[in-house]
């Protein structure tokens, strides 16, 4: 009985440190993200219970979007369409109280938001009530009163244009608590006075992700007109996968090259590689700005290109495989019985047919290993795609879009969409690991091992 408790006493112990770990590294985690739904992220103190994970208002969400525009995701309104709002407030004397609401002529957003010209709700739609339909005695706390309900009927007729948002501010006198509404507010303002909506169409994922539905909707380009955080996020994409794809073949061919064919100068090339590994990129990114600045040593001139700065060719050409991935893949091609490639070479494989038909396809997990770290490392590249891509803004990555983000809207303190982007911007990176983790797992161990 001693050694079983002992046994138990050790596991409950191991599991304990491991939960502790769990919480310590994904808390921060779930605690930024809950903080990008918050219409105010800096709240203090911090709390778990707030508008946007009500499911009474995911299902009020949806239903006014699906009124308001026929879509219950994204909300908005429509010409001909009509939404009812229903409140509640509690008035401590028992005396109706006169409310006041209006539509008001607000911009979407600051910062990027505030730079275009929108069609104001207040222009096109008419706002019905409040209709009292509904009084009935309560008490709040110790305060005995009666509960008022009113219905807000909002009208959007004849023609116009589509409504993204439908703005709502409604105020109550002193001393006049809102107890209930359809869609709870957002926000309150003059000390709880008057309670405000953003939006009363959002559709579901307008409300709840409100901040993440603005920085597509609000960071768009003035020239065109398209969404600059969609183009960065394509850009950010489109940088990765080619760059993954050119690592995996040249460090392959590098790899397999250093590891198995000999030829003059074969250590003193990979010395070189091991000490180019030691040097820091600010060490050298000053001659390699240089040398796309006059295009390669003059070479992009035959193409007709002056210079390779602002493009992604020259993105791509100053980083087409670095020499850890080379390194990584020499050492599992190490790890392979020479057996199996000189039977393919009695058998008549040339090196290049041994390389891509039997190494390769032993090769996944340490291929599936680069590809992800390939992957993030240049999804998560700042500084170098900082320096060669300065204009215009749409060839960006996601990385110098969120630095744009936090000069925009970090000067007016709206943090809400700067925490929305940039956890937005993590998003393919878990997915990536969540989807390839046991490669990444494989490679890792079967790379460090030699037969």
Do not use: C
Not at 248 to 267: D, I, K, T
Not at 319 to 336: D, H, N, T
């Amino acid at each position: 009985m001693e050694a079983v408790r002992r046994r138990w006493a050790r596991v409950a112990w191991a599991y304990g440190l491991l939960l502790a770990f769990g919480v310590f590294f994904v808390g921060p985690f779930l605690m930024g993200f809950l903080a990008s739904l918050k219409t105010d992220p800096l709240e203090w103190p911090f709390t778990l219970r707030f508008a946007q994970v009500s499911p009474k208002n995911w299902a009020a969400a949806w239903r006014l979007g699906r009124e308001g525009s026929g879509d219950p995701w994204l909300g908005g309104m429509r010409p001909g369409r009509a939404v009812s709002l229903e409140v509640a407030y509690f008035s401590p004397e028992g005396k109706e109280p006169h409310l006041l609401a209006q539509i008001p002529r607000r911009k979407p957003g600051a910062g990027m938001g505030a730079v275009f010209e929108t069609p104001y709700a207040a222009d096109h739609v008419r706002l019905e009530g409040p209709t009292l339909v509904e009084r009935r005695p309560a008490q709040l706390g110790e305060v005995r009163g009666e509960v008022f309900r009113y219905r807000l009927r909002l009208v959007y007729p004849g023609e116009g244009p589509f409504l993204e948002r439908v703005p709502l501010d409604l105020e109550a006198p002193r001393g006049v608590v809102l107890v209930g509404a359809t869609l709870d507010p957002i926000r309150f303002e003059r000390r709880g006075r008057v309670a405000s909506w953003d939006n009363v169409v959002p559709g579901l994922a307008g409300y709840l992700f409100h901040n993440y539905v603005r920085a597509f909707r609000e960071t768009r380009s003035l020239e065109t007109g398209e969404s600059l955080f969609l183009r960065w996020t394509l850009n950010s994409f489109f940088l990765s996968f080619i760059k993954v794809l050119t690592t995996l073949v040249f460090a392959s061919m590098a790899g397999y090259a250093l590891a198995r064919m000999r030829f003059p100068g074969r250590q003193a090339l990979f010395l070189f590689m091991l000490f180019t590994m030691m040097v820091p990129g600010q060490v050298t990114f000053i001659s390699n700005y240089l040398v796309l600045r006059d295009g390669i040593f003059g070479l992009s001139r035959l193409f007709g290109v002056d210079t390779l700065l602002n493009t992604y060719t020259g993105l791509v050409l100053s980083g087409l495989v670095g020499a850890s991935a080379v390194f990584i893949m020499k050492q599992f091609f190490e790890s392979i019985p020479r057996e199996v490639e000189e039977a393919a070479l009695i058998d008549g494989a040339t090196p290049l047919q041994t390389l891509f038909r039997i190494v390769l396809p032993m090769s996944t997990p340490a291929l599936g290993a680069l590809a992800i770290l390939t992957f993030q490392g240049t999804w998560n590249e700042f500084f170098w795609p900082f320096v060669v891509l300065t204009s215009p803004r749409e060839i960006y990555t996601l990385p110098i879009g969120l630095l744009s983000f936090r000069n925009a809207y970090g000067q007016v303190g709206d943090w809400g969409l700067i925490l929305a982007g940039g956890f937005f911007s993590m998003i393919p990176v878990l997915i990536l690991f969540a989807v390839f983790q046991r490669y990444f797992v494989e490679g890792v161990s079967v790379g460090a091992v030699k037969e």
